[in-house]
C-alpha cells in the first residue's frame, strides 16, 4: 500500500509532512523535480530535493522555507569580495544564489559522490537517511535535464534558477523547455514506485516548472495515463492565486488559466481527481467538464490538523482505505 | 630590477612580507609551488597560493599559520553528519582537511573561474588582486602537477594532503614524487620572470615537497644554473631543525641530513649563495666544500626588523644595491 508522491519543492516538502501524519513513512516514496539543478562553484546543487529533505527532517528555516535553520551566510559574505572584482564576461562568484555555511555540507557530499561515480539516486537516499528521512527520495533522474525559461522582455533563455532566483520570478516568461528531457530517462525506481504504488500524488507545486520536468520524461504521462484512476493531484492554485511562485503568473503568460480550471486541463489526461480548496468549490463543474472528479477539501496546510486532513482526503480519492 | 623568489607556503609568506620592506613590491614576483594543489568537495584547492595571499594581505590567522583570521568553521562542522554515515570505501565528505566559512569564497571563485576556461594564472592574479596584493603570484605551471608521498609504514603512495594534513606529517616517509612533472610545463610568465629577475630567491621552504616540484618542472633548474650567481638560497633548515613542518624528519628518511650542509647539497647546482643562521655558522666550511658561498644573518623572522635585515642580506648577496 505504497503512495508515491510526486514533489517539486516547498509545497510538495510539506505535503510529505503531512502525508507522514496518515500513512506509513517507509510506504512512502517522493520522486522529485531535479530540473531545477543546477552547479555553482563547482558543486551540486538539488533545491528541491534538500528542500524536501530539510523540511521532512524538521531542519527548514521555516520563516525562509528554504535553507537550514540557525544559518550562517559567511562564505557568501565572503564571497563578495570576488564578486566585485570579476573580469567582464565572468560569471564566477555569483552571490545571487544563497547558500549557507551548514547547507554547503550537504553540496559538498553530493558533489564528492557523485564524482565517486554514486548516482543522484544513492547520493539522495544516503542524504535523506543522514536526516533521518524514512521516506523514500528518488531524483526523477539520473541524468541530467535543465529547466530552460524563455524570458519575454530580454527575449533570451536561462537556466530555471536564473530566472527563479537570480530575477526574483518577477520577470514574463515565455517558454518553458526541459533541455535533455529528450534523452534522459526516469530511473528504473522511479517507474518502479509509480508501477507499484496504490496512490499517486501529484504535489501541490507549480505544474509547468516543478511537476511538468518529472512528466516530460520518457514513459512517465504514458504509466501514469494508464494508472489515471489512482492518481490524485492537489492543485497548487487557491483562488486565483499561487501559494509559492510564480505559477498564477506563468500560467497567464503562458496562455493557460491560473485557476483550477487551468490546473485541471494540465492534469486531465494523467490524473482522475483533482483535489481544491473550498475558496474555489464554484468552479467545480468546470474541472469535471475538464474531465476530472472533484474533491473540495482545505488546501493551504496552515496547521497540522489541515494538513493531515488534505493527505487523508487525497489518498481516500485514489480509493485507498484511510 | 625585479626579485623573483620561489616560493612554498608559510616560510615563504613571511618571507615575502619581510622583502616588501627593502624591495618595491610591484617589483616582486612570487612563484609558487602547486604541486601540494587538490580537490575536494569538487573545489579547487592552492594552499600555498592562499597561504601566502592571505599572509601578505595580512589577513592570515596568525595563531595557526593557515587560512583567514575571524574564521568560522560552520560547513566543515556540518560535514561530519555525511562523514560519519558514508558508505563504505567511500572517500567523499573528508573532515581531516579544515576549509574555513570565508576561505571557501576563495576556492569557489578559483573552482568557477577554472570552470569558466581561465588559467590558474589568471585566477591567481585576480585573487591576489582581490586581496589588495602588489606582489605578482604566479603559479608554477598552468598544468596539473601533484606531489605524491610514498609512506615508509603503510607501504603506499598518497596525494601531498593525505601525508601533510591527514597523517599530520607524522609517519616517515620513503619517497617523493611529482605526478605530472615529466609532461607539465612552468608557465611562460614564470620562466620569464625567472630569465629577467635581478635576483632569484629560494624562499625558506621545504626543498624536497615545496622547492623540488617547482624545479621538477622542464627548463627551471638549467635556467636557475645558468643564472646561478644572482640565486640565493635561504635555508629552512637552522640549527638542525625545520622552522616549520616535516622537513627535517624528510631530509633524513630520504638519506639527507638535516642540516645546512645536507640544503647546501640541494640546492649548490642552481644557487651560488646560502642564506644560514648564526646557530649554524660552524658548518660554514662544510658549505662552502658543497660548493656555496655563505651569508650568516638571523634568518627566523621573529621581528619584522629581522626580517628586513634578512632580505637586505639576501638581495645583497645576488649582488643586487640594497
Not at 94 to 115: C, I
Not at 124 to 133: C, Y
Request: aromatic share 4%.
Amino acid at each position: 500500500m505504497s503512495v508515491a508522491v510526486l514533489c517539486g519543492g516547498v509545497g510538495a516538502a510539506r505535503f510529505l509532512r503531512a502525508l507522514a501524519g496518515v500513512h506509513p513513512t517507509n510506504d512512502t516514496v517522493g520522486i522529485v523535480n531535479t530540473g531545477d539543478d543546477t552547479v555553482l562553484h563547482g558543486l551540486s546543487i538539488s533545491p528541491d530535493i534538500d528542500t524536501i529533505t530539510y523540511t521532512v527532517a524538521g531542519a527548514i528555516d521555516p520563516e525562509r522555507g528554504w535553507g537550514l535553520r540557525d544559518e550562517t551566510w559567511r562564505a557568501m559574505e565572503a564571497l563578495a569580495r570576488y564578486a566585485e572584482r570579476r573580469p567582464a564576461g565572468s560569471r564566477a562568484a555569483p552571490t545571487w544564489f544563497n547558500l549557507g555555511d551548514q547547507d554547503l555540507a550537504t553540496h559538498f557530499y553530493r558533489t564528492a559522490r557523485l564524482a565517486e561515480g554514486a548516482t543522484l539516486t544513492q547520493v539522495t537516499a544516503e542524504i535523506a537517511a543522514a536526516w533521518g528521512l524514512q521516506q523514500h527520495l528518488l531524483p526523477m533522474s539520473d541524468e541530467r535535464v535543465s529547466t530552460m525559461v524563455g524570458l519575454r522582455d530580454e527575449g533570451v533563455e536561462v537556466a530555471f534558477q536564473e530566472y527563479f532566483v537570480q530575477r526574483r520570478h518577477s520577470v514574463p516568461v515565455s517558454s518553458v523547455r526541459f533541455d535533455g528531457a529528450d534523452s534522459a530517462r526516469p530511473t528504473r525506481q522511479v517507474m518502479a514506485a509509480l508501477h507499484d504504488a496504490s496512490a499517486i500524488v501529484v504535489a501541490p507545486s507549480n505544474p509547468l516548472v516543478s511537476i511538468a520536468p518529472i512528466r516530460a520524461l520518457t514513459g512517465i504521462d504514458e504509466l501514469l495515463a494508464g494508472r489515471r484512476e489512482q492518481v490524485v493531484a492537489i492543485s497548487p492554485i487557491v483562488g486565483g492565486a499561487a501559494l509559492k511562485g510564480p505559477a498564477d503568473r506563468m500560467l497567464v503568460e503562458l496562455g493557460m488559466e491560473a485557476s483550477v480550471v487551468g490546473i485541471a486541463r494540465l492534469y486531465a489526461s494523467i490524473a482522475a481527481t483533482l483535489v481544491i480548496d473550498p475558496v474555489d468549490a464554484a468552479l467545480a463543474p468546470q474541472i469535471e467538464a475538464a474531465g476530472m472528479r472533484v474533491v473540495i477539501t482545505e488546501s493551504v496546510m496552515k496547521t497540522a490538523d489541515i494538513g493531515r486532513e488534505l493527505a487523508r482526503r487525497t489518498l481516500a480519492a485514489a480509493g485507498m482505505p484511510v
